[in-house]
């Protein structure tokens, strides 16, 4: 009997939602938990660790660790300026840098967010590997106009995870991290006009404004407002004492 490999009735139960990420976990058959994406033509399934299609290549738990271990034996062996990507190198690294940008965007809308921390940091060094070792211009270059977007995603994650610990210092001061990191690529290529242009950037600023309205003021900062407040309303008396606290505090070692 011919098996039927026809996902239509899979799908007529899943339905794909234009603008939406659509995702949810399984498990499979080998017991172990899976998250499948909708998209508009199938679903897209992912291991949560490792590399997402499962496989090993060169033994290696993904192409970052194969180039990267070849890397560190090129520095062992004294041939450091010897170790260089080809073309195909690059292009294959690419590929399963998407297969983990795919995963990160799941895991995101699923709220596991330290799976989202640990994919883009890993996505990240992608980028600095081929940026820093590729033969060709071209491809040393490929991969940096979405680095503002995966540190906003990471900034945005650990904003999260310290939001769910009740951090907000920590969760304010992800975002702050994140708006500097894309400073700083827009001023290294020239541009750091841009940085407060871009979506990523304004997302961060807007998301750090909401926080920083939560964060605890500064007992200077009270006792100055009071300060302003007491002289313009001409409560002198008030407004001595006020300056008394204020300057007692500032001598605080």
């Known amino acids: 009997m011919t098996q039927n490999h026809d996902l239509t009735p899979i799908l007529a139960t899943w339905h794909y939602r234009p603008g939406h990420i659509t995702v949810r976990t399984i498990t499979g058959i080998d017991g172990k ?5 909708r998209l ?8 949560t660790t490792g590399r997402p299609d499962g ?5 290696c738990e993904s192409l970052l660790e194969y180039y990267t271990d070849l890397l560190e034996k090129a520095r062992t062996q004294g041939k450091h300026d010897d170790f260089h990507l080809t073309e195909t190198d690059c292009a294959d690294l690419r590929d399963e840098a998407t297969m983990y940008y795919y995963r990160y965007l799941s895991l995101f809308e699923l709220q596991d967010y330290a799976g989202v921390i640990r994919d883009t940091d890993r ?7 081929i940026k820093t070792y590729a033969k060709s211009t071209t491809d040393r270059f490929s991969l940096e106009q979405h680095r503002p977007y995966v ?3 990471n900034s945005r994650s650990r904003s999260a995870l310290a939001l769910a610990q009740n951090d907000l210092a920590a969760a304010y001061n992800a975002l702050q991290e994140g708006m500097q990191l894309i400073e700083k690529f827009f001023a290294d290529f ?9 979506e990523e950037y304004r997302l961060l600023r807007s998301q750090a404004d909401l926080l920083r309205d939560r964060l605890p003021r500064d007992p200077l900062e009270v006792l100055r407002d009071k300060l302003a407040n007491a002289v313009r309303e001409e409560r002198f008396e008030e407004a001595a004492r006020l300056r ?8 605080r070692p």
């Open 244 to 251: 008394d606290k204020i300057r007692k505090l500032e001598d």
């Open 40 to 47: 508009q033509l199938g679903i897209l399934q992912m291991e």
């Open 55 to 59: 496989q090993r290549p060169h033994g």
């Open 123 to 129: 996505n990240l060094k992608v980028f600095d590997l």
């Open 33 to 37: 938990p899976k998250i499948q994406m």
């Open 190 to 198: 020239g541009q750091p006009r841009l940085a407060p242009k871009t």
């Open 151 to 153: 540190i906003m995603m």
